[in-house]
Each structure stands twice: as C-alpha cells, then as structure tokens.
C-alpha cells in the first residue's frame, strides 16, 4: 500500500487548504485513516481521523475548523483546514490502518508542508 500526501503550501492565516491522501496498492479492510502532524522537535500527533464506519475524531486545537472526509470509491481522504493560524504549521502526514491476512497493518505517507504565516 502506497499513499500519497498532497495539498500542503503556504497560506495566511484565517485561510484555507484542502490536503489530499491518495491510496493505492493492495487497498483491503480499512479500519481508519488518519491525518497526523509533525514539527522539529516535537512528537508526531493526530491531528484528526475518520473510521470505517465514518465516525470522526480531531484533536481540540483542530475542532470546528478542519473536517476529515473521504471518498472510498477514490480510495482517497482529505483534511479540509480552515481558519487557519500560525501553530498550524507542520509537515502533515496521513497514515492509513487496515485489516490484513496476518493482522492490522498501519501505512504512513510522505507528509506535506503546511506553512502559515501571521
């Protein structure tokens, strides 16, 4: 399974950015897709995620403004980021866990860079 991240940019905060996770490989039972962010220095967290059966979660620093979504017919996601600010900032991964012949098996992709400027 190979996923791809896209969207990331610079923008000004109070703006948006649509990120986009693109699946593709041997795309099975997929318990969740997450998105996930990373700073230097800091640990990796989850930023927001949306389950199998459509339920989502977010981290309250992201709630009420971005919006986790995804097209299985796509076998893709997206991180809709609104009212973006500052702390935003970070390299964004989306990270996808699916059930296989051996067990759950969890897939990372390249992360893309989401800058916002004051």
């Known amino acids: 399974v190979q996923l791809q991240a896209s969207g990331g940019g610079l923008v000004q905060a109070g703006g948006s950015l649509r990120l986009s996770c693109e699946a593709s490989?041997?795309?099975?039972?997929?318990?969740?897709v997450g998105w996930y962010r990373q700073t230097p220095g800091k640990q990796r967290e989850l930023v927001a995620s949306i389950a199998h059966g459509g339920s989502t979660n977010y981290v309250d620093s992201v709630r009420g403004r971005f919006t986790v979504s995804r097209d299985s017919a796509k076998n893709a996601a997206y991180l809709q980021m609104s009212s973006l600010k500052p702390e935003d900032t970070a390299v964004y991964y989306c990270n996808l866990n699916q059930r296989e012949f051996l067990g759950a098996r969890t897939y990372w992709g390249k992360g893309t860079l989401v800058t916002v400027s004051s």
């Open positions: 490989g041997n795309i099975g039972n997929i318990n969740v």
